[in-house]
């Protein structure tokens, strides 16, 4: 074979390197759903709070921006990230995906989140709570998901829109008992996880953050000393006198910001500490960062603040 021959074919070949390259990029960062055989959790540890009313299916999981996302869960679990012990500092953290309490990215804001706080030597768990269902065959899922949507002026008769509703709206006693119950888990075994049962916090991103609030305000058994509610509702709220100092982020191209300062307002006059990041821009569901986004520090922030704080200090008077 002559030498231009050989070039060709090299050249062949990279093209359709690249092009499988490009396709299989493509399909795990669109927006397409795409079925997804669910992962291995070795580490999870069932919290045996009860099933879901009215479900017809089985825990099913999908992909969407090359992200696992799990729906129709019915058995909640708590996953431990257990920092290596030479860096442990006893502080720990409940981690809420979201997901609109009808699925949970469990890889963007869960797992992910997680290990970037055991690499911080946070013991932090993975909450894969209870779910309103969702249609059984990912088709129907899927056709769901991508229904039309009144625009929000047409949307405020609850009749003529069947998004699911927003906290308080939405029954959230499931979720609240899962919680709870790994709340319970991780002071029970606090010893054997290295945990100062006085620095346990929460935090959650979008229906998370109103999962990590819903207990925060709803809670008579979940002692947090401190919240992180990121890409959450921004509505004003009731602020109890025990409440955690609270973290809040939130980027002001987020839907679910709107100008809004409510909840920053009242954990403020309540005269409780809380810090506030507004971001230029990051949308939703950024979790630890999306690129060229200024909201991809918000992770540090959160670090340096929990450092301030003293609750990475072993002496913490949390």
């Known amino acids: 074979m002559n030498q231009t021959k050989i070039f060709t074919l090299i050249s062949l070949l ?19 759903i795409y079925p997804l055989d669910a992962p291995e959790e ?25 992200d696992p996302m ?5 058995e909640a679990t708590l996953t431990p990230f257990l920092p290596d012990p030479a860096k442990a500092n006893g502080a720990a953290v409940i981690v809420a995906p979201g997901g609109g309490f009808r699925w949970l990215s469990m890889g963007n804001e869960g797992w992910e989140v997680a290990q970037a706080l ?3 030597g946070i013991a932090a768990f993975v909450l894969k709570y209870r779910l309103h269902p969702t249609p059984v065959s990912l088709d129907d899922f899927r056709d769901w998901m991508n229904r039309p949507r009144p625009a929000p002026s047409d949307s405020s008769d609850d009749d003529q829109n069947d998004d699911p ?14 919680a709870e119950s790994a709340y319970a888990m991780i002071v029970d075994r606090a010893e054997e996880w290295g945990v100062d049962t006085d620095r346990i916090g929460m935090i959650g991103f979008s229906a998370g953050a109103d999962l990590t609030m819903h207990s925060t305000l709803n809670s008579e058994t979940m002692k947090l000393a401190f919240i992180g509610p990121i890409y959450g509702g921004m509505g004003p709220v009731e602020v109890p006198d025990n409440a955690p ?19 920053i307002k009242s954990w403020y006059e309540a005269g409780i500490p809380v810090e ?6 990051g949308g939703h569901g950024f979790g630890l960062g999306n690129p060229d986004r200024t909201s991809n520090r918000w992770f540090d922030a959160f670090i340096h603040w929990l450092d301030v704080n003293d ?8």
Not at 166 to 176: G, I, V, W
Not at 276 to 281: D, E, P, T, V
Request: hydrophobic content about 45%; cysteine-free.
């Open 14 to 32: 990279l093209f359709a390197t690249s092009i499988l390259f490009f396709t299989a990029s493509a399909i795990a960062q669109d927006g397409t």
């Open 165 to 178: 509703p927003s906290p308080p709206r939405m029954d959230l006693a499931n979720q609240l008992e899962d």
């Open 245 to 263: 100092p609270m973290f809040n982020v939130i980027a002001t191209d987020d839907f679910l910001f709107g100008g809004q300062f409510g909840v």
């Open 42 to 66: 070795p580490n999870a540890i069932p919290l045996i709070t009860g099933g879901v009313e009215d479900q017809p299916a089985s825990e099913t999981w999908f992909r969407q921006w090359g």
């Open 276 to 281: 506030f990041h507004l971001y230029q821009n």
């Open 118 to 120: 055991a690499d911080q």
């Open 311 to 318: 609750f990475l200090a072993a002496d913490s008077e949390s």
């Open 70 to 74: 799990a729906r129709n869960i019915t």
